[in-house]
């Protein structure tokens, strides 16, 4: 696989033209889209005049917008309340069938408008506001999901033990721990396979890569299976590439820290890794200064992972120092 360079972008409302021209200039060769930008041929017409590929990103479980129609499908956090952060991080229950012959029927009218080099399954988990979390801090308090009537009904029947629906969290923690997290990495592994499987027969030239959290088996207690579902083994044999959203400042973190989770995820997983580079503080105190971005970027280089993302397009355009930096390493 030649090295993929990618760049995420999120507004809709930005100029299409002026975004793939400054993708050709800073040596983006394939820009990572969501859905939102295929509802008209503006990006999709903007990417073919420059000779650009398109990497379709699908943000399986968060829809606010589907959401905002369908309440009732909310997933049900481990305190009792909507899967729901801030603006956009809004999670639909995993179990939900009805959803995700939605978001089946939307591939197919995404993918028949555009023919992707790259689709990739994002939030393909189960609901935690990971960035947040202090990787080095207590797994007992993270807020997790899905503990609806109808997760709690599937669980039982797949392990075989009622859940004392009193406090069905605090049950399930103390008693049936591991059964719970076999259960939600099936989940999440069952429709990751469905929707790959989908994609592989609507764009059969696509590489296909799935986005996991940026812990490995023994951080946090287990947390990537316990509170995310995600087992990165599994989901890794359904995909050609795994892309663990490894953000160093947005974590705390160090270059070294990622270079090992990133060792550790191809070792695991036996697949090629993608490397995400962050140009702007998030969640954090400080920032990302232009000589830490540059350090980062080599990194990325020495790493020689099957794709580079850049985080984000927003923020670039709005510090031309860092978009130059992103030149002198993509087009050098």
């Known amino acids: 696989m030649t090295q993929i360079r990618s760049l995420m972008v999120f507004d809709t409302a930005i100029d299409a033209g002026d975004f793939a021209r400054s993708c050709l200039e800073w040596g983006i060769d394939t820009p990572c889209l969501h859905p939102g930008f295929l509802e008209d041929g503006r990006m999709v017409r903007a990417l073919e005049s420059e000779g650009l590929r398109s990497w379709l990103n699908v943000p399986v479980f968060c829809d606010p917008k589907y959401l905002a129609r369908h309440p009732e499908d909310y997933a049900v956090t481990s305190l009792g309340r909507r899967a729901a952060e ?25 993918l028949g408008r555009l023919t992707p080099a790259v689709v990739s399954l994002d939030f393909i988990r189960h609901f935690l506001f990971w960035e947040r979390v202090v990787l080095d801090g207590p797994a007992a308090g993270i807020e997790d999901a899905c503990y609806c009537s109808l997760c709690l009904s599937r669980f039982e029947k797949a392990c075989g033990e009622a859940v004392d629906r009193g406090n069905a969290p605090a049950y399930i923690h103390r008693h049936l721990l591991q059964p719970w997290a076999e259960w ?45 579902g995600q087992d990165a083994a599994s989901l890794a044999r359904h995909a050609d590439m795994i892309a663990p959203m490894a953000f160093t400042q947005m974590l705390g973190q160090t270059a070294l820290w990622k270079e090992q989770l990133l060792a550790d995820i191809r070792m695991s997983t036996g697949k090629p890794v993608c490397f995400y580079v962050q140009a702007e503080a998030l969640y954090r105190p400080g920032n990302i200064t232009a000589e830490q971005f540059d350090a980062e970027l080599t990194e990325a280089g020495n790493a020689d992972p099957a794709a580079i993302m850049v985080f984000q397009y927003e923020q670039l355009a709005a510090r031309p120092e860092k978009a130059a930096i992103l030149r002198k390493h993509f087009r050098a």
Not at 87 to 109: M, Q, T
Request: with cysteine; glycine share 4%.
């Open 86 to 110: 801030e603006d956009w991080l809004h999670f639909v229950c995993p179990s939900r069938e009805n959803y995700l012959d939605g978001v089946i029927k939307a591939l197919r009218r995404d």
């Open 184 to 228: 939600k990495c099936r989940r999440i592994s069952d429709v990751a396979e469905r929707l790959f499987d989908e994609i592989r027969a609507l764009a059969p030239g696509a590489a296909l890569a799935v986005h996991t959290l940026p812990w490995r088996e023994t951080d946090l207690d287990g947390a990537i299976r316990i509170r995310a």
